[in-house]
């Protein structure tokens, strides 16, 4: 089971707090590097994709690529965080110290945060809906005997339909579709590799 923190309205996953510990950590990170990193960290929320990020940062070459990958996913997940919830100093720096950051770093960090947070607002309230989550799957077999061109058919198919609610719009709805059993055993094993991934990410 992986175990979390929460300081307040802020949570952040073990993988998130192990991130920002390699953040924090003055052998991995000067000072220069950091303050580079999270500079870079919060400009890159706001850019376009082929914009420089903080993987591809001058002042960062020296920092091995998997690290730094880590780093921003924390970094990220922090700011996204601390933004949704309009996290206070005194919170932010809680959660900060907790992950190791010293006086220093915990003040660059919540500069770069008051810098961006009018941007940061802007950028969550623009995300759109939350995609609604299935409440109940039904089926049944059906056996096609014509076509509608009334040719010979011969071949069975089923009926699925999804009952999904959209928690956010307080609406329910059903989907129907059809599909044959092939089509059925593919969509089956994409669900079951879905799963699949969601277990493994889980357990970072």
Same mark, same amino acid.
């Given at each position: 089971?992986?175990?979390?923190?929460?300081?307040?309205?802020?949570?952040?996953?073990?993988?998130?707090?192990?991130?920002?510990?390699?953040?924090?950590?003055?052998?991995?990170?000067?000072?220069?590097?950091?303050?580079?990193?999270?500079?870079?960290?919060?400009?890159?929320?706001?850019?376009?994709?082929?914009?420089?990020?903080?993987?591809?940062?001058?002042?960062?070459?020296?920092?091995?690529?998997?690290?730094?990958?880590?780093?921003? +996913?924390?970094?990220? !997940?922090?700011?996204? $965080?601390?933004? &949704?919830?309009?996290?206070?100093?005194?919170?932010?720096?809680? #959660?900060?110290?907790?992950?190791?950051?010293?006086?220093?770093?915990?003040?660059?960090?919540?500069?770069?945060?008051?810098?961006?947070?009018?941007?940061?607002?802007?950028?969550?309230?623009?995300?759109?809906?939350?995609?609604?989550?299935?409440?109940?799957?039904?089926?049944?077999?059906?056996?096609?005997?014509?076509?509608?061109?009334?040719?010979?058919?011969?071949?069975? +198919?089923?009926?699925? !339909?999804?009952?999904? $609610?959209?928690? &956010?719009?307080?609406?329910?709805?059903?989907?129907?579709?059809? #599909?044959?059993?092939?089509?059925?055993?593919?969509?089956?094993?994409?669900?079951?590799?879905?799963?699949?991934?969601?277990?493994?990410?889980?357990?970072?």
């Amino acid at each position: 089971m992986v175990s979390k923190v929460i300081i307040a309205t802020m949570e952040l996953s073990t993988y998130v707090q192990k991130g920002l510990q390699y953040l924090a950590d003055p052998v991995q990170f000067s000072n220069k590097s950091f303050h580079s990193f999270i500079v870079a960290a919060f400009e890159s929320l706001f850019s376009a994709p082929s914009d420089v990020t903080p993987l591809e940062h001058r002042d960062l070459k020296h920092i091995d690529l998997t690290l730094l990958k880590h780093c921003q +996913a924390a970094a990220t !997940a922090c700011i996204l $965080e601390a933004g &949704k919830h309009n996290t206070d100093k005194a919170t932010l720096s809680t #959660c900060l110290e907790d992950c190791r950051f010293d006086v220093d770093r915990i003040e660059m960090f919540y500069t770069e945060y008051q810098k961006n947070k009018t941007k940061l607002e802007t950028l969550l309230s623009g995300i759109g809906r939350c995609p609604p989550h299935v409440n109940e799957v039904s089926w049944r077999l059906e056996y096609q005997i014509k076509n509608c061109n009334i040719h010979k058919a011969d071949q069975p +198919a089923y009926l699925v !339909a999804l009952n999904v $609610e959209n928690s &956010k719009e307080q609406c329910v709805e059903d989907i129907a579709f059809s #599909c044959t059993m092939e089509q059925l055993q593919d969509l089956v094993g994409k669900l079951k590799d879905a799963a699949k991934s969601l277990e493994r990410a889980s357990q970072l």
